[in-house]
């Protein structure tokens, strides 16, 4: 029985390869809907974005709807420099046919978590995580009712990537991340500790262009565009790939390695608002409320997308 999953995102590029990778997973994954949030660029962009991305895999069946168009109490700071002006540079990809679902993401994910079975439904979230906040505050009871939200975001050891001490989906909308973290559903955080690790190198990036697919030239065009700025910014072999790796977890977690401990948003300081704090050697007596991985293994996650991607037209 596959696993039915909700996904809420901002693409992105590598958004885009980890929605791609979800629906070229059928037997495994149940992709319910897809909900837009703004983050790497504005909302417009990320929405039509993932309907593009649908389109391309050929799932044209997977709803899409668009959820908040800023954080819940800042204003939206987003990512053009890395993902270009409309948030998917690099492929030419047609404007969609596909049209958004009319109801707003916020309600989608409210009403389907409560007319689902209770633990029946896993939220991925690629980006910040003001939708899933704005659901549990507008309808606290579907904390319970969450299977387990599985994140992309924060760093504790590799520290920050859009200031000093903080992750870019966490530092988009602080607060939202504190909610979802105090919310008390099961919570697994990929955070850059790993994806720092799960590095688009020369090789691997040829291995999903050889594919021969209209959706491996896709990806290559992306992650070649994309790669550009963290290839400066760290001198590395290959740009981290973050967002995908929400995906593999789910698809095979034991690609990963980590603990359960604390991980709390620092929400107030100017220097270090929305950074990732964990307790990872367990030195205070805060509740362990979230699985934060650490480790994973880049040889095995590339051989899994590579042969996820071949599946998609």
Request: glycine letters at 8%.
């Amino acid at each position: 029985m596959p696993r039915k999953i909700i996904i809420d995102t901002d693409p992105g590029q590598d958004d885009a390869v980890a929605i791609l990778l979800a629906l070229a997973s059928r037997e495994e994954l149940d992709v319910l809907g897809i909900v837009a949030v703004a983050g790497n660029v504005g909302l417009h962009h990320n929405a039509n974005n993932a309907l593009k991305i649908v389109e391309l895999s050929g799932r044209v069946e997977v709803p899409v709807y668009a959820g908040c168009s800023r954080p819940l109490r800042r204003h939206l700071v987003t990512a053009e420099h890395v993902h270009g002006d409309t948030g998917l540079n690099g492929p030419d990809l047609p404007e969609p046919a596909k049209k958004l679902e009319a109801q707003h993401g916020v309600d989608y994910l409210i009403d389907t978590l409560m007319a689902a079975e209770s633990k029946t439904i896993t939220l991925c979230t690629l980006g910040p995580l003001t939708n899933i906040a704005m659901a549990l505050i507008k309808q606290p009871a579907i904390a319970d009712r969450i299977a387990e939200i599985v994140m992309m975001g924060g760093a504790y050891f590799e520290v920050g990537n859009i200031t000093p001490a903080a992750e870019f989906n966490i530092y988009v909308d602080p607060e939202a991340a504190d909610v979802v973290l105090r919310c008390g559903a099961p919570i697994t955080v990929l955070p850059l500790d790993v994806t720092h690790q799960i590095q688009s190198t020369p090789p691997r990036l040829d291995a999903i262009k050889a594919l021969g697919n209209k959706t491996g030239a896709a990806v290559h065009a992306m992650l070649t565009f994309s790669e550009t700025f963290d290839l400066e910014k760290y001198g590395w072999d290959g740009a981290p790939l973050h967002d995908p790796t929400v995906i593999a977890y789910l698809l095979k977690p034991e690609l990963f390695e980590g603990r359960h401990c604390n991980v709390a948003i620092e929400t107030a300081s100017e220097l270090t608002v929305g950074m990732t704090v964990v307790d990872y050697w367990h030195v205070t007596g805060r509740v362990r409320n979230a699985n934060y991985l650490r480790n994973g293994n880049a040889e095995g996650f590339f051989k899994l997308l590579t042969e996820r991607l071949a599946r998609l037209p």
